[in-house]
Nanobody, 127 residues
Framework: QVQLAESGGGSVQAGGSLRLSCAAS????????MGWFRQAPGKEREGVAT???????SYADSVEGRFTISEDNAKNTLYLQMSSLKPEDTAMYYC?????????????????????WGQGTQVTVSS
């Protein structure tokens, strides 16, 4: 049974940093495509970053160069390091998993690809 639990969200001023964590159980990173998504009020859920079973990563243009996705296999934990945060990064952030390879962008950044989801963690960036 796959379970994903996000943590690490909070409130931060613009320009600040946060690191989100996603504790994954029932998931083997070497066999799964993992991703981070976000959803702001009144907006659709959008893909932020993905990491494939071979460690290759992809990012949405809006976060490229500011966010970094990574995995710790020993801890079975997915991370999203966020730097130079902007007010427009304010959203609920979700981790997602799919027992397959990550398709090339943009499909890999579409929520429909993923079978499993966490409950989310809120990130609020003030100006």
């Amino acid at each position: 049974q796959v379970q994903l639990a996000e943590s690490g969200g909070g409130s931060v001023q613009a320009g600040g940093s946060l690191r989100l964590s996603c504790a994954a159980s029932g998931v083997t990173f070497s066999s799964y495509c993992m991703g981070w998504f976000r959803q702001a009020p009144g907006k659709e859920r959008e893909g932020v970053a993905t990491i494939d079973s071979d460690g290759s990563t992809s990012y949405a243009d809006s976060v490229e160069g500011r966010f970094t996705i990574s995995e710790d296999n020993a801890k079975n934990t997915l991370y999203l390091q966020m730097s130079s945060l902007k007010p427009e990064d304010t959203a609920m952030y979700y981790c997602a998993a799919d027992p397959s390879f990550c398709p090339v962008t943009p499909q890999g950044l579409r929520s429909s690809w993923y079978d499993y989801w966490g409950q989310g963690t809120q990130v609020t960036v003030s100006s």
